[in-house]
């Protein structure tokens, strides 16, 4: 392949990739349908909370335990961070997808949080014997309940409007003053709930008999608490769609679970039950929160590597700009300057006393084949960028090389270099482009011109052709020149890299890539005692 095709191919695919990388319904959580894999992890998890509650509930059940005083603090911070982290994350994917019910569900978990606060600060013992802030027995189990059934009421609201239509409309400010709207009414709601059941907790129905001890009363709260998460996972279940669907029914299958293990087997604070319904209120809180760091992980992978590859390919868009320049500039020099000598020629011609036409007209004849030379030329370098087939005919390659060896004709006569040609007469053809074919020709034996200019003594080029094997031919171009260091032999044929004081570093590479295109090799060799042979095979033209 040539080389500059190749570098656009690569800027093609990284765009590719960044593009696809950039595409939010792909990658969002809200958006991503759960894979095999996850829901099979799921239903692992289900079954593991489901062990846990039976073990939890029976054998463990008369375990006795005693009460922790800084448990409670614990247990309340642990549910304030990972909850406003939560909302933090879903308020972040709303302004981005502006959807409704992205907004519902980050507002329920602030809103867990924001209760988190008041249920730590009136438990009993934690400020006050019997509760803090001014509150009584009965101010933080009615803070308990408004804190998940508010939760349940936001997840069913959640599932109903994931429907809706997305703000579309709105500004960006617009979407930062609805999301401020919505936590400074969530913040007085719970403000206005911390007041009601502080300063009326003795208004409250009576569901702790003390600090420990729970009333039958409590039956009566939980189920109709435990009925909303149910609702809430039934009408999830039946329009799941997302990770995020999928991550939430398992937030609200744990809750019921804590739930349960408030009443069953025996509903009192600080039992086997009760401090298991608090670590799974602390883990369902964290199965979304853990679901949205993997993803902010995963976005922000995604975005450097966007980025990594935009940078990719502003450098490859500017290395095939510079392929392109030097490509032009190396391959128009050798018709540029034999239409220069050949156009001298032509002016000493004609200056004479007695102007010889013939000789001028010969001249200027070699201008003119020049001149569509370096038009193949161009036209040749063009194809470079295009995918179709390249048009190839049934070629001799003895004659490719009298034709090359007569474009540089003028170099050879300059430098003084004696020409030596061992033609095998009995070379099948080959297939390949003439024009692409007088380029590899042409640029390797101005090297070799190139090699020998500055060397004393004989400087002799000699061109061998002969057959390789059954399916290929070989053509060598050998001088005694300064020859390629062991060390440069690897690299002379990457782009960009060259021994010359004023060469580009393109001429190998663009040698090696049409021989490779054409399905042969190109290599170098030492020239014992001094000098380098490059070498190239082509394949010899079947019969179809």
């Known amino acids: ?22 595409r939010a319904d792909e990658f969002v959580l809200s958006n991503l349908s759960p894979s095999v894999a996850q829901r099979r992890f799921a239903l692992g998890v289900v079954l593991v909370l489901l062990v846990v509650f039976v073990i939890v509930a029976g054998p463990l059940s008369g375990l006795p335990l005693r009460r922790v005083d800084a448990f409670i603090p614990a247990y309340g911070t642990a549910i304030f961070v990972i909850d406003s982290i939560t909302a933090a994350l879903l308020f972040a994917q709303f302004s981005v997808l502006r959807s409704h019910a992205l907004l519902a569900l980050a507002n329920g978990y602030f809103l867990t949080a924001l209760i988190a606060i008041p249920w730590t600060l009136t438990f009993p ?4 014997p019997e509760g803090g802030l001014g509150g009584g027995l009965q101010s933080t189990v009615w803070l308990y309940v408004l804190s998940h059934a508010g939760f349940a009421l936001f997840a069913i609201v959640y599932t109903l409007l994931k429907d809706a239509d997305p703000m579309g409309a709105l500004s960006p400010r617009s979407i930062r003053a609805r999301v401020l709207a919505t936590v400074g009414s969530v913040t007085a709601l719970v403000c206005c709930a911390t007041v009601f059941v502080t300063a009326g907790h003795a208004f409250l129905p009576r569901i702790m008999l003390d600090t420990a001890e729970v009333s039958y009363l409590w039956y009566y709260v939980i189920g109709p608490m435990a009925g909303l998460f149910v609702v809430a996972l039934v009408l999830l279940w039946l329009r799941q769609r997302s990770v995020l669907d999928l991550w939430l029914m398992l937030v609200l299958f744990a809750y019921v679970i804590e739930i349960a293990l408030t009443a069953f087997p025996i509903p009192y604070r600080f039992s086997v039950g009760w401090y298991a319904g608090r670590v799974y209120g602390v883990f369902s809180g964290s199965l979304v929160l853990l679901t949205l760091m993997k993803e902010v992980t995963m976005l922000y992978g995604e975005l450097l590597r966007a980025v990594v590859a935009q940078r990719r390919e502003r450098e490859v868009r500017l290395l095939t700009g510079d392929a392109v320049a030097a490509t032009v500039a190396h391959e128009i020099k050798q018709p540029l300057s034999a239409m220069t000598m050949d156009a001298g020629t032509s002016l000493r011609w004609l200056d004479r006393a007695t102007p010889n036409i013939e000789e001028a007209k010969a001249a200027l004849q070699q201008i003119v084949n020049n001149g569509h030379r370096m038009g193949a030329v161009i036209d040749n370098i063009r194809t470079l960028f295009k995918t179709e087939a390249r048009i190839r005919t049934s070629l001799d390659v003895n004659n490719l090389i009298r034709e090359a060896l007569a474009l540089v004709r003028y170099d050879l006569q300059t430098h003084r270099v004696a020409v030596q040609t061992d033609y095998n007469r009995s070379l099948p053809p080959i297939e390949g482009n003439e024009v692409q074919l007088q380029q590899v020709l042409v640029n390797l034996i101005t090297n070799a011109i190139d090699s020998m200019a500055t060397e004393d003594g004989d400087r002799v080029l000699s061109l061998r052709s002969k057959v390789c094997d059954s399916s290929s031919l070989m053509v060598s171009v050998e001088d005694v020149g300064k020859g390629v260091e062991p060390s440069a032999i690897d690299l002379i044929f990457k782009p960009q890299f060259t021994t010359k004081v004023h060469g580009m570093g393109m001429g190998l590479s663009i040698c090696r890539s049409i021989i490779e295109a054409h399905g042969g090799q190109l290599w170098v060799t030492a020239n014992l005692p001094r000098g380098a042979i490059f070498h190239f095979t ?7």
Do not use: K
């Open 125 to 128: 013992g934690v400020l006050a």
């Open 1 to 22: 392949m040539p080389p500059i095709e190749g570098f656009r191919r690569e800027a093609n695919m990284f765009v590719e990739g960044s593009a696809a990388g950039l």
């Open 538 to 544: 082509l394949p010899i033209h079947r019969q179809h």
